[in-house]
Nanobody, 125 residues
Framework: VQLVESGGGSVQAGGSLRLSCAAF??????????MGWFRQAPGKEREGVAG???????AYADSVKGRFTISQDNAKNTLYLQMNSLKPEDTAMYYCAAEPGISLCVLTMSFFAYWGQGTQVTVSS
């Protein structure tokens, strides 16, 4: 499984960005799949932001609930993270993660075997 993120950039507080994660090497609709977005700010540990499973059940970190939305397009094998009302504290490198073949997902780093290279999000005040 190969994951390629895109869509990061610089935005002012209150703005929006949509991150994309294209997946190669498997088919979303064929297998059980857990997908997630994580982020890591300088000097901080990587944290789970949002997750989605094959039943399209979602989970979010408290810090992004109501502002971020995770979704997937099975036809395009692509995962998305719509980020609205961005805050300076959302500044981080954002990573896409995948764990195929499992139906019960957990939004922790150790759960996911496959990772993208990351895309930088910078929010200025």
């Amino acid at each position: 499984v190969q994951l390629v993120e895109s869509g990061g950039g610089s935005v002012q507080a209150g703005g929006s960005l949509r991150l994309s994660c294209a997946a190669f090497g498997y088919t979303y609709s064929t297998y059980y799949m857990c997908m997630g977005w994580f982020r890591q700010a300088p000097g901080k540990e990587r944290e789970g932001v949002a997750g989605i499973d094959s039943d399209v059940s979602t989970a979010y970190a408290d810090s992004v609930k109501g502002r971020f939305t995770i979704s997937q397009d099975n036809a395009k094998n692509t995962l998305y993270l719509q980020m609205n009302s961005l805050k300076p504290e959302d500044t981080a490198m954002y990573y896409c993660a995948a764990e195929p073949g499992i139906s019960l997902c957990v939004l922790t780093m150790s759960f996911f075997a496959y990772w993208g290279q990351g895309t930088q999000v910078t929010v200025s005040s």
